[in-house]
């Protein structure tokens, strides 16, 4: 069984900054693609950005530019750097994962982690 563990969501002015990590643990031969999605209040939940086991980025046009996605691959971990955060930024921030465990390599499984409360208001 695989777990994300998200951690370093909280409350931030408008302008402010937040580093939002995830902790993939378990079973995990390896990672393919790793990132960050997030839900508002009353909205579907969007893409934040995703980065690939070749570190190729991809980041839904709203947030090109504010925020940064990275990855340690060593310790199964993804950052998310938010930037020049607006009150539409508030959102749950979800981490999602594609991945293969030791007991199927061959076959790879989408997880989901709880999610991380982001707060942006003066």
């Known amino acids: 069984q695989v777990k994300l563990v998200e951690s370093g969501g909280g409350l931030v002015q408008p302008g402010g900054s937040l580093r939002l990590s995830c902790a993939a643990s378990?079973?995990?031969?390896?990672?393919?693609?790793i990132g960050w999605y997030r839900q508002a209040p009353g909205k579907q939940r969007e893409l934040v950005a995703v980065i690939t086991s070749g570190g190729s980025t991809n980041y839904a046009d709203s947030m090109k530019g504010r925020f940064t996605i990275s990855r340690d691959t060593a310790n199964n971990t993804v950052y998310l750097h938010l930037n020049s955060l607006k009150p539409e930024d508030t959102a749950v921030y979800y981490c999602?994962?594609?991945?293969?465990?030791?007991?199927?390599?061959?076959?790879?499984?989408?997880?989901w982690g709880q999610g991380t409360q982001v707060t942006v208001s003066s």
């Open positions: 999602y994962a594609i991945v293969r465990s030791h007991c199927l390599r061959f076959v790879a499984s989408s997880y």
């Open positions: 378990g079973s995990i031969f390896s990672i393919d693609d």
